[in-house]
């Protein structure tokens, strides 16, 4: 695979997790995920800013699901939504 494969699959992966923050939002579900984006707003984040920041929260808990090979962990989640802006792992 060469390195245009690997930024193409990482641009495809990114947007696809802003696509599933947007749909979040879209459905009010979980609810965190709008009241957050309300809280970033309120203080300075961009939108764009905030999507990324709530995409890196999800791709977090789905690399945990697949290495721990566990389901989804909403309660995390939502934990971690409402941490913003500090990513998990950045203690």
Excluded at 35 to 53: F, P
Excluded at 72 to 77: E, L
Aim: glycine letters at 2%; proline letters at 5%.
């Amino acid at each position: 695979m060469s390195e245009h494969d690997d930024n193409d699959d990482e641009a495809f992966a990114e947007q696809t997790l802003i696509q599933a923050i947007e749909n979040q939002l879209e459905a009010d579900a979980p609810p965190a995920t709008r009241a957050v984006y309300n809280k970033l707003t309120l203080v300075g984040y961009e939108r764009e800013e905030i999507l990324q920041l709530m995409a890196l929260v999800l791709a977090h808990e789905i690399d945990a699901m697949l290495r721990e090979d566990r389901p989804f962990d909403s309660a995390w989640y939502e934990q971690a939504l409402r941490a913003l802006p500090e990513l998990p792992g950045e203690d």
